[in-house]
């Protein structure tokens, strides 16, 4: 054991089991079902909350697989119908880890029935869908009941610094806003037809499911929305084979038969924000060598950040401010006691991963329903995304021309 | 969610809920306590395991501290004395997360009835010991009792590709081990006068605490042991405020008292393997910027490898017999799903973190049991390392004479 | 001396100093003046010329100002207008250092009069100059007589090796080209009106001076050109204190009068190529910490290459065909023997500067004329950025609508 | 052209040309030659020098070779003899740059004749040869003769702002001096025989070679000596092919017939500098994919600083009185007008080469001269050095035990 760590004492989680529950019902047991109750289990063993998360039931339409997830992960109760889950009177959240097109339905429905909900992103798969939920979730508010779209990697201690660091002025005003995601997980044109690349099921391609991400991410780290975006979206391979099953990066084809790519493989936008600053966007799943590259740069006149998800433990700030001859972009180990989230688990320089992303969220959300406050990102930077991601496809559709963002 | 996944058939740990438990009892509730017991308690969800693993019992001389670890654990059972853990029908494994001068004692003790040990590193605080402990362990060995010693760091994806890499003569004859652990926790002249910096203790100071891992990684990576050192070591701040408690990075001064730290600051050496590489090896809590930095690179006659552990994600591997015109260090992001367990976890990209190493630890020794093999690193790999430590002590007490390591 | 280095026989410059002459008449004498006339007397020592460079005359308004730059690069003669440079019987090749507003006028007269061109670039600060210059330069090809654009990036062995890379086919089809040119040398909103940010004399701002360079290079190492572009221009600071001179990064304010900035700060566009490819490309002085970050990936389906300037002696591949295990961005130092230029410098790894670009573009133009070949980048390169700079303009003053790039 | 410079008045080089002349007498003209040639006549153009260098003679024993040599560079005269040279009475210093048996004889020679003398590293194949030439500077330094041994690295800009750095207390308390020169160009078993490789010849391999150079940087960078080194020396190849000529990098075999290597591919040694600091180096030709990798990393109780030659414009700096928050290796571009020799040339970020370190030994030696100062580094400096040689392979040969480094 190379260093011993005394948690500070506001942070210790000794006392966390003997906190009133936070009773958790899951719709989906995939990869977010997996992570979130992951997180969820985690949270309460590094942080000191003032409700002990609990997943206490699994929803998922067939029992087998959602009962062999429950034994994995030692839930006690398994439901094959979300209604069900809704009524259950052992949940206090519904944390929705299903695909985009039952978010509104259930967010809806449990908001109603007085569940606070965590629901995965993008919120929703159309504005009239994003809008009803928001309008759900500014109702329930009233009531006290809550909801959180997931947005997970403003959970990512860099990027959350980066955040504290635009709020304490350290870049001056911002000018410029960069930011990609790139993968290249789908470059084989052998590659199947999965869901995620037929529109009907995903809503879009690149663009929703990780240029979403980019959208929320530069929106809470510089604080400022975009107001107008010029775009342009293209599908490079347009035929693919069928898939053997529903499955993801694993999956393989199924024969000979092909199908139509019906969503965009890469999408690329430029635009400006509210306060004037420049962004450039692009997300997309053919930049060979990248794997989740979320680069995020942003220019200030008084500094600059730099981010990339493939070192998600560090950020480079450059200090504009001081002398020429010393300055430079230093990398920063967002591992010390005083960064956000960093002080609860291990000794700097230990680095964490995407794991730890969702345990933050777990953490905020706990945190808020406790203090009786929204938890962020709300439903409505949720349907500032969804807004944004339409006008973006509206522009395509128009010779990029610009398409304001209506707020 | 932005990728979904499908794990391959052969890892899907549906099952290991169902599996036959591996009962673990923890001696010692710290920093080391925590991080196994996330471990043990994460292993099952992520990899599909033979055997359960399940902590039942924790034990520390503080009875309100130890329940407190166990009610944020989970964990049903608290021991005050560790004999009586050893005694525990409900334990099969004795996880030793104790201060070095204990490892003996508790280790012995738990082989001899049969319980199988992990064992934090050092092995030991004295060769006597551990050549003791190794006794112990091949004497129970032929009763199907095993011993395993805590080298974490093995469990990184990065390192244990680097060793793939060796062994498939990826990098040819090895020339040179380079090997540094660099941190700075203790630069400042007033940072008290912690347990780790008292020999009586602690065994040593830098050496035994970072650079153990050093000499355990360069011969897992490169399956060569040092035949002889040369060595320097130092102490550069002699005396230190006294503590106010026994902590770590996070301790703070009690008053104006002052003592003696017997420990040194940084150790240096040099020497040969066996098989005529050149190897250095530098451990410091002095190299101010660097927070947990294990630096490894391994140059062959066909190829190097490079690692950091503060980026532990990545390998840099140089393939030398490519055309030098496209030859060059290649940053492999550690985390598709051919690479050691990463197959387990998320999408290539997402990366893992400090965490992880010790949940493969625990799956290592998971399997390693259930199969009847002997968990690797071993207690021998583990005495290996203490011949190592010893002889660097001799040469810098000797005018940095060459000595030999015993085999 | 750490390495003796037999030079090649076929880059043995020994012969060169018995050449024919290769008389180069100067226009301009500030910045690029010296650099030109440094790359044109170190090229013969360091290649194996057919022709032996010599700058025999410097031109400038100033007599006293273009004496002292003779005599501190030894050029025996001086003239003060450009006419009497043309017309002289000792130049051969005409050299073009002057503001843009003079390229066209001196470098057609030029064409006409027998002398080669070698023209900075931008080539033009309208279409049709730049159409005029081509004309010129078609019409006098036929004559034996050349011009060339000089646009000495590409002199860059790493740009140049990433084109052959292109070339052989180890990028597959190309998908992405993102280019990125960052600088930030007038955020300070007090630094002067230099005539830079003057439209009447620069043309545009960060477009054509920097975002120039961008489009060539992106064409040049890809093989294609820009079909139509979506564009956003922005100027951050409008108004700034006049400058005491006409000088450009070190330039002091007058006094406190204040001057409308007539230029963009920023250019931001995205296109899509004639094969298909999607392209961004970011030019802007206003990226505080970038200092000449010249930034250029280009994804394919067999590979990727990245480039940034401020480490101009690497080149990061990856090979898409390896497998996904052993596959990442390798760091290629770009000064091996086998590599563009390269092997007729200094060993591996000793490093080549900005300066080296500009010799190996006289190397080029040196050889090319002597082989009685059109050395590239030709006007009519030239002229295709132009077209790219106006629409970038046309689309930003139209609501950012995809307008096309004339052919 | 992207960016017009106005130098600053001190830094004008335009009346260079109407200084007095300091005229070069150079002996050897290989690589070293011509990169000292082009430096001299490089150096003029760019600083405002108060002495116009100019090569006047070179002499080599071949004078067919030497005369090619000549033609080249524009060098008038050519000579045979070395003694010769010495006494030409249009030759102000003698530049040294045959192998280092020659070194001893001509330098002391030309001193004693008056002629200034900046003579190639290492200083001397031998202690007391070293001496010799000590006391020959010494005297003549009396007489206003004076001599300088050509450590051209620390003509680096980013080696001369960490040595800034380090006067100015910005790192306190050295701790720590890492230093490696890692290259790879003899791993190929069947590389021939070259000279480097024969001890008659080279005096040492690696060791004198490269590791002469950090012994140099580090001394220059800290302002601390070694008191004492333990050392260990390897040759990894110890019979190789006979080479067909005397060449280097690019050299080949010449037949079947094989020699015995006679010097060290690789040197490693630790020690403490006469302050206390520990001290690791490494020079070695056998680290497959490491170019020209000098590698320098300091660390003191205020700040670090790390530099690699292989990206020769950078320096990373860690300035540890920041809060640990925003702290962390920054990345200096070391080109800014502030940086030493750098407001000499391009603006910020465009980057300088290896070459220019050489013209900033040629401008350090032409202003000393001027100014009636001894140069830096003296030839006392390069005693220095071979004063760690020799004790390194006084410790390898004596079991790696500590020796101390007479001074």
New interface residues.
């Given amino acids: 054991?190379?260093?011993?760590?005394?948690?500070?004492e506001n942070q210790s989680?000794?006392?966390?089991?003997?906190r009133p529950p936070l009773r958790i019902g899951l719709a989906g047991h995939?990869?977010?079902g997996?992570?979130h109750?992951?997180a969820w289990?985690?949270a309460?063993?590094?942080f000191d909350l003032p409700l002990r998360p609990e997943v206490t039931a699994v929803c998922g339409r067939d029992a087998t697989r959602a009962g062999?997830?429950a034994?994995?992960?030692?839930i006690a109760r398994v439901e094959t119908d979300w209604r069900r889950l809704i009524e259950s009177d052992d949940v206090d959240v519904i944390d929705i880890?299903v695909p985009g097109d039952l978010h509104a339905p259930i967010a809806i429905a449990a908001l109603q029935a007085g569940k606070h909900v965590l629901c995965?992103?993008p919120l929703a798969n159309t504005i009239a869908e994003a809008e009803s939920m928001v309008a759900a979730a500014r109702e329930s508010a009233g009531r006290g009941v809550h909801a959180m779209v997931g947005y997970s990697y403003r959970g990512t201690p860099a990027i959350a610094?980066a955040q504290q660091l635009v709020v304490a002025g350290r870049l001056g005003t911002i000018?410029?806003i960069?930011a990609?995601y790139?993968?290249?997980?789908i470059?084989d044109p052998d590659f199947p037809l999965?869901w995620?690349l037929q529109k009907d099921r995903a809503g879009s391609g690149a663009l929703g499911?990780?240029g979403a991400?980019l959208i929320d991410l530069a929106a809470f780290v510089t604080g400022q929305r975009l107001a107008e975006v010029?775009?342009?979206t293209?599908t490079?391979v347009t035929e693919r084979p069928l898939p053997s099953?529903?499955?993801?990066?694993?999956?393989t084809a199924a024969g000979e038969e092909r199908g139509q790519v019906t969503v965009d493989d890469?999408a690329?936008?430029?635009?400006?924000t509210g306060s004037?600053a420049?962004a450039?966007f692009?997300a997309?799943r053919?930049?060979?060598?990248?794997?989740?590259?979320i680069q995020l740069?942003i220019?200030?006149?008084?500094?600059?950040v730099y981010f990339d998800?493939?070192?998600?433990?560090?950020l480079w700030?450059?200090d504009?401010t001081l002398?020429?001859?010393?300055?430079?972009?230093?990398?920063?180990?967002v591992?010390?006691?005083?960064?956000p989230f960093a002080g609860a688990?291990?000794?700097?320089?230990?680095?964490?991963?995407?794991?730890?992303t969702f345990i933050h969220q777990a953490v905020g959300l706990t945190r808020a329903l406790a203090a009786g406050r929204a938890p962020e990102p709300t439903f409505d930077d949720g349907a500032y995304v969804q807004q944004v991601l339409a006008a973006v496809e509206a522009s395509a559709a128009d010779?990029?021309?610009?398409t304001p963002v209506p707020h």
Wanted: hydrophobic content about 35%.
């Fill in positions: 054991m190379e260093q011993a760590v005394t948690p500070p989680p000794a006392a966390s089991a003997q995939s990869f977010m997996s992570i109750t992951q289990q985690s309460p063993k590094f062999e997830f034994e994995r992960f030692g880890c995965e992103k610094y000018r410029h960069r990609r790139l993968q290249d997980w470059v999965v995620r499911d990780i991400h010029s775009a342009l293209e490079f099953a529903s499955g993801g990066l694993s999956a890469a690329l936008f430029i635009g400006r004037g420049l450039s692009e997309t053919f930049a060979t060598g990248r794997k989740n590259a740069e220019n200030g006149s008084a500094g600059s998800f493939e070192n998600l433990n560090e700030f450059h504009h002398p020429a001859a010393e300055a430079g972009f230093r990398r920063i180990h591992t010390e006691a005083d960064h688990w291990w000794p700097p320089g230990h680095g964490l991963g995407y794991e730890q010779g990029s021309r610009a």
